[in-house]
């Protein structure tokens, strides 16, 4: 916790470090630092035979009991803070590290030393995957702190709360960390690790708290340090001048009213309509954006709801979790998509081999290969729920590559009078995106995948973020390429990824000919505001110069100067 500073403000020290911006506004105030994590043993204390098995016990005991703490924070949080918690709290009942965690007792650990054993076997595995496994690592290293300080009666770790409004400064965070704060209190927030997909720069963006990731240097300040982050130029001032800063705050959090009051529908301000759409994980987090101005839900995530799931459920349960989002959104635009499953999102009941690199294995739309009567259930499931509300959703599938995939999951879509579409996040699907739409009625762009799948960056290296974020002129050229098929056959063509969430990348987005942006509920209101400032002719300017740029940096220095 850091207290008031003196500062002189006749001679200010000012320098900066640059990151990647992930969630516009500005933040000042002295820095917080994380807590210091719980000491972790670097060796065992032998237990004796006859003490193993309760020894056991006390550590299945001390995850069960962090898994439950997760889990009712997951049902206090909503959108993505929810999903985030809940998938850690599943995490930390996870039968392969607890199993780890078992086999070390057994041969003499004790249970704090076991839980060291089982997640550096863990972290050693998720390493050498690579790709989105990597992104694992944090949370697993977050769910051993807590166990080890559980198991020595320690308080739990993570952010402390500060008496004034603070700038949090981290290497990276933990999900629980981050869903936890108070937007009241920590006015802006900067990682040097992480990247613009990551589930700090997620949950921050639902939170409404000023965040910037991948920024080197941060380490070197230390905590008490005023400092003032900028989320839309990814700049952090350390030591500003007081005057300036104070000014640049109160102008962003004018700009932030004015965004708020936004109301909707979605379009420029020459009367161009654009679905402003939300992203949603269950019927709780609908309910939650059903209050802002959304016109509807452009993802409905559908594996979120079965992470911690070990027996596949019934049609009928579908249906109803299906139902409530529908219900939610009744009369509007809701577009669902198929289980997302594998990589970090391994489903239980889904049987996932081991593979060398799951992010380009057998995940989303691939597991129907294996298993078709998956996702023929599911779809059994939504088309009841969309009976049952009256509704009529669309249905798309994750991982789409080929044509012929296009195909064969149309006429299972179209079979249950369902309308089908699929998501653009390989690059050969970007670039036949016109033969796709032979067989499905509409496109929906995940920019988070597209973006690591034509860098060949993990998406979760801060070493790659500069590759990974939605502004690379490659990734833009995908984009509008796919965009340019959509409306040559007049066929819808939304956004559903983060690039959707940043208010001047939308307008961009849009000048591409994308007819539809769905994002996280809190930036809903900031994408529509700022696309009623401009007009079609200004966005499609836009975007034809954005594709002659050469770095994130230029196109997003060329969009501003012509979107203001």
């Keep these: 916790m850091t207290g008031s500073l003196t500062v002189n403000e006749a001679q200010p020290t000012a320098h900066a470090v640059q990151g990647t911006p992930v969630v516009p506004g500005v933040g000042y105030g002295p820095a917080i630092r994380p807590a210091p994590r719980p000491s972790r043993p670097d060796t065992a204390v032998e237990i004796a035979e006859d003490a193993r098995d309760a020894e056991k016990e006390r550590f299945r005991a001390a995850a069960a009991e962090v898994g439950r703490r997760l889990q009712a924070r997951a049902a206090l949080a909503t959108g993505s803070a929810s999903e985030v918690l809940a998938a850690n709290a599943a995490m930390a009942e996870d039968r392969g590290w607890i199993g780890a965690g ?201 594996e979120l709801s079965f992470l911690d799931r070990d027996v596949e459920p019934t049609v009928d349960e579908q249906a109803s979790i299906y139902a409530e989002v529908l219900t939610a959104f009744e009369g509007t635009k809701v577009v669902v998509r198929t289980l997302d499953a594998g990589s970090d999102k391994p489903l239980r009941f889904a049987n996932h081999a081991d593979e060398a ?40 599938a994750p991982m789409i590559a080929t044509s012929a995939e296009a195909q064969a999951f149309a006429a299972d879509v179209r079979e249950r009078g369902l309308t089908p579409g699929v998501m653009i996040e390989v690059p050969a699907a970007a670039l036949l995106a016109d033969r796709i739409l032979d067989h499905v009625d509409f496109l929906s762009i995940g920019t988070n995948d597209l973006a690591q799948y034509t860098m060949a960056a993990d998406r979760m290296s801060a070493d790659l973020a500069a590759l990974t974020d939605p502004w690379q002129p490659a990734v833009l050229t995908l984009v509008a390429h796919a965009a340019k098929a959509g409306a040559a056959v007049n066929k819808p063509v939304g956004v559903c990824g983060e690039a959707a969430a940043d208010p001047l990348l939308a307008c961009v987005l849009v000048g591409f000919g994308v007819t539809s942006l769905s994002a996280a509920s809190a930036a809903v209101a900031g994408v529509g505001a700022k696309l009623g400032t401009v007009t079609l002719e200004q966005c499609k300017a836009a975007a034809e110069a954005v594709l002659s740029t050469s770095s994130p940096a230029e196109a997003r220095e060329v969009a501003a100067g012509l979107l203001g």
């Design 357 to 396: 690199n799951p992010a380009l294995g057998v995940r989303g739309i691939r597991i129907a290969e294996g298993n078709r009567g998956i996702l023929h259930r599911q779809l059994d499931a939504i088309a009841a729920a969309a009976a049952s509300t009256e509704s009529s959703p669309w249905v798309m």
């Design 102 to 302: 078992v086999k070390a007792i057994g041969k003499g650990s004790d249970a704090a030393y076991a839980a060291v054993t089982a997640t550096d076997q863990f972290v050693a595995m998720f390493a050498k995957l690579g790709g989105r496994m990597a992104e694992r690592i944090t949370d697993l290293m977050d769910i051993c702190d807590r166990v080890i300080a559980e198991l020595s009666d320690l308080p739990e770790p993570g952010v402390p709360t500060p008496s004034e409004p603070s700038v949090l400064l981290a290497e990276d965070l933990a999900p629980a960390d981050t869903a936890g704060l108070d937007a009241t209190l920590v006015v802006g927030l900067a990682t040097s690790l992480g990247g613009p997909t990551s589930h700090t720069a997620i949950i921050a963006r639902q939170l409404g708290i000023p965040c910037i990731v991948a920024a080197t240097g941060l380490d070197d300040v230390p905590a008490g340090t005023l400092v003032m982050v900028d989320g839309t130029t990814g700049r952090i001032e350390i030591e500003p001048d007081p005057s300036t800063a104070r000014s640049a705050v109160e102008e962003s959090a004018t700009h932030l009213a004015e965004v708020a009051d936004w109301s909707g529908p979605g379009r420029t301000s020459d009367g161009h309509r654009v679905d402003i759409l939300a992203n949603v994980q269950d019927g709780a987090g609908a309910r939650a954006a059903r209050s802002t101005a959304a016109d509807g839900v452009g993802l409905f995530r559908t």
